[in-house]
Every structure is written in C-alpha cells, then in structure tokens.
C-alpha cells in the first residue's frame, strides 16, 4: 500500500499557483472542472458508455480475426504504449486483450533493471520478450523509458540518453525489416487529468496499488517531462516508425481509436471495413505536430 504521509505540492498551471494535497480526500474544485478539457482536450463530455461498448465489441471481434491471421502467416506484432503515468497505458492494452488468446499475445511491463540487465547493452532484455511467429507482444512502457522517464528522473547519464536518441531509429528500422509489425502509441493527457487520476488512486482502496512512488516524485515535474516527451517525438518519430499519439483524457475514445489504427494499418483475412469504422482525427495524429 502506498504510503499516506502528506504529499503536496504548488503548481503552476495556466499562470496560476496551485496547491495540490494527494492525501486530501476531496479533490480540489480547479482540478474536478478542467479535468476532461486539460491539455486542449476536444472534447467537452466523455462518450457515452454504451455506445462505447457496442464500438469495442465490433473491433474486439475484429482483433480476434487480426489474431488468427497472425497464427495462420506465421506474421508477429509488437505494440507499444508510452505515455506520462496514469496516462491509461495499462486500460488500453486490456481493451486489446480481452477476447484475444493469451497464449499468443503477451503483455510485458518490466520492473526495474537488475545488476544483471542493467549491465547488458540496453535492448537486451527488451529483445528477449519479442514475438515468435504468429504472437502478439504489448509493451506497457518500453526501451522508450530511456527516453523520457530515465532522463527526467536522474536513472540515466546524459552520455546514455544521447546514445539512445542516436541508436534507436537504427534498431527500429530492424525490426520493422524483420517484418514485424511495429506500433509506437504515446498516450497523452492534461496536468488536471492526471493528478484527478493520481487523487482516484489515492483514495479509492482498489487502485491505491497503482499509486507507486514514481508518481508522487512526477507531481512537480510535468514541465521536464512535457520537455522530454516532445524531443522524444521529434527525434524518434520516422517513416518506418511512426509515432501515434492519442489523446487519452478520454479513455474510451482513446481505446477505441488505438485499436480502429492499429486495424486499419493491418492486411488481415476478413477485414470488415465497416466494423472498424473511421479513425477520430481530434484524438489521434502521428509525431510531436499533432501536438502542436
């Protein structure tokens, strides 16, 4: 459980000075009203969540159909979800795998180095979870760690996250040759939207594991990490690896639209075109413009 000393802070945000206690049961009035609409978020309503799920099921069928025809093409795909914490990384890769056969798509969410790993080269314990022939792997964050969160919070040397930023376009371009399908998603949400998703945590017994100390620590550093997920974008983003970024304040249109791409962008048996419907462009764009 996590710990329930006082964790505030002051942050500023939209020019203003705001105190924000975690451990204060009520969330404050200015986070509960922007919440939905931070981050220049389109939409002023969540969608419905029936016609939420009449949309999911459709695609669901449609990824069980994606998963056959991986089996039956011997074909592998890697997805991976980046994105600030409690971006909603972990809900979309659920909505994924839901109805799809885990013993062929396997979500990977790595802990920390150990001594052993952290003195390999660094894609090494990466490498190790990909995908055989016919399997789907789904990382919940990935080697994209040395990108934003290592630099941000000092787990990384300057000369490291230089070398990275250099070296990974290069070890994308080889799995993309290997013909594995390769999906870059950045998860992205407003400043009010995460600390109302850290204060649900806080208080509601059922989440409070998913409130790690991480989060605490990331509450006076938004700007450095808005800094280091914007260079991420602009330096990792190519033609053979994309970047998808999603805005996720919503997490059932970004669910929805995660999986209408991820359809969209595969050849598979029996493709219903209708059933995947149209992407919303409001909510998903490719590379650190979309953002802009």
């Avoid at 705001?18 to 204060?24: E, G, L, T, V």
């Avoid at 074909?75 to 659920?94: H, N, P, Q, S, V």
């Avoid at 994924?96 to 952290?118: M, Q």
């Avoid at 003195?119 to 994209?144: A, N």
Wanted: glycine share 6%.
């Amino acid at each position: 459980m996590a710990e329930t000393s006082s964790r505030s802070a002051e942050l500023e945000i939209d020019g203003k000075l705001r105190h924000f206690d975690i451990d204060d049961p009520k969330l404050p009035g200015w986070v509960h009203d922007h919440a939905l609409e931070s981050g220049g978020f389109p939409y002023d309503h969540k969608l419905d969540k029936e016609k939420y799920a009449k949309q999911l099921e459709k695609l669901q069928i449609e990824l069980v159909k994606v998963q056959y025809w991986l089996q039956d093409t011997g074909k592998r795909m890697i997805a991976l979800f980046e994105g600030r914490d409690a971006a909603g990384k972990g809900g979309t890769i659920m909505s994924i795998r839901s109805y799809i056969n885990p013993r062929s798509a396997r979500v990977v969410a790595l802990s920390k180095p150990s001594p052993t790993e952290a003195g390999q080269w660094y894609f090494q314990r990466y490498v190790s979870h990909f995908p055989t022939s016919g399997e789907i792997v789904l990382f919940d964050r990935s080697w994209y760690n040395r990108a934003v969160v290592e630099p941000v919070m000092g787990f990384c040397k300057p000369g490291q996250y230089e070398a990275f930023m250099k070296d990974v376009p290069q070890f994308e371009e080889m799995i993309v040759d290997d013909d594995i399908h390769l999906f870059k998603f950045w998860l992205d949400i407003g400043q009010e939207m995460q600390l109302k998703r850290f204060h649900d945590r806080r208080h509601d017994p059922l989440k409070i594991w998913k409130l790690s100390p991480m989060d605490i620590a990331a509450l006076n550093k938004w700007p450095d990490y808005t800094a280091k997920r914007d260079q991420m974008l602009e330096r990792t983003h190519s033609k053979l690896a994309p970047w998808t970024v999603v805005l996720a304040n919503d997490k059932r249109r970004a669910h929805l639209n995660v999986i209408r791409h991820i359809l969209g962008s595969l050849d598979y048996e029996g493709k219903d075109r209708d059933a995947i419907g149209e992407i919303d462009d409001k909510i998903l764009g490719f590379g650190s413009k979309f953002l802009k």
